[in-house]
């Protein structure tokens, strides 16, 4: 008896919150229009394989491991002086989130970690289809010296 109350409520719960929970609906339909306004305090948005310079002394450029999709994809960032030798003197940061839906995703402000090579790496979890964007951080002797936003569609 207990336990087939249980269930009852259990499928009510289910039920309920599938009526009142458009989530994945509203991500889809709202993406295009929010990333288009989306924040300008994340700086440039960047292309992947492309040169970004910090300043005149160095530049970097970032790429992913896989095309994006769902799942945990790595973030590569690799920083060179001007001279083309790696520069690994930086920190970088990246925080992930569905512009959409400020906060739903968010992995908040996370450190790359350094390979042997001096790339910089950051795992991305992509948990839900849609426009994503992860703001990155540069920082010279704990001192920000460039933000720039990467944006994908999944
Ligand atoms: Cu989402």
Same mark, same amino acid.
């Given at each position: 008896?207990?336990?087939?109350?249980?269930?009852?409520?259990?499928?009510?719960?289910?039920?309920?919150?599938?009526?009142?929970?458009?989530?994945?609906?509203?991500?889809?339909?709202?993406?295009?229009?929010?990333?288009?306004?989306?924040?300008?305090?994340?700086?440039?948005?960047?292309?992947?394989?492309?040169?970004?310079?910090?300043?005149?002394?160095?530049?970097?450029? !970032?790429?992913?491991?896989?095309?994006?999709? =769902?799942?945990?994809?790595?973030?590569? /960032?690799?920083? &060179?002086? *001007? @001279?083309? %030798?790696?520069?690994?003197?930086?920190?970088?940061?990246?925080?992930?989130?569905?512009?959409?839906?400020?906060?739903?995703?968010?992995?908040?402000?996370?450190?790359?970690?350094?390979?042997?090579?001096?790339? !910089?790496?950051?795992?991305?979890?992509?948990? =839900?289809?849609?426009?994503?964007?992860? /703001?990155?951080? &540069?920082? *010279? @002797?704990? %001192?920000?010296?460039?933000?720039?936003?990467?944006?994908?569609?999944?």
């Amino acid at each position: 008896m207990l336990g087939k109350i249980t269930k009852l409520i259990g499928v009510i719960a289910i039920a309920s919150w599938a009526i009142s929970s458009s989530t994945f609906q509203d991500c889809r339909v709202f993406s295009t229009s929010e990333v288009l306004g989306a924040d300008k305090s994340t700086g440039p948005v960047l292309k992947a394989g492309q040169k970004y310079w910090i300043g005149d002394e160095r530049y970097f450029t !970032y790429d992913f491991d896989k095309k994006p999709q =769902m799942g945990t994809i790595i973030m590569k /960032v690799q920083v &060179f002086a *001007k @001279d083309g %030798k790696q520069d690994t003197s930086l920190e970088i940061t990246g925080s992930a989130d569905m512009p959409s839906m400020k906060g739903a995703h968010s992995s908040g402000e996370t450190l790359f970690k350094m390979n042997k090579k001096g790339d !910089y790496l950051l795992p991305v979890n992509v948990v =839900m289809p849609g426009e994503w964007e992860v /703001v990155l951080n &540069f920082l *010279k @002797d704990k %001192k920000p010296i460039y933000t720039g936003s990467v944006r994908f569609n999944v």
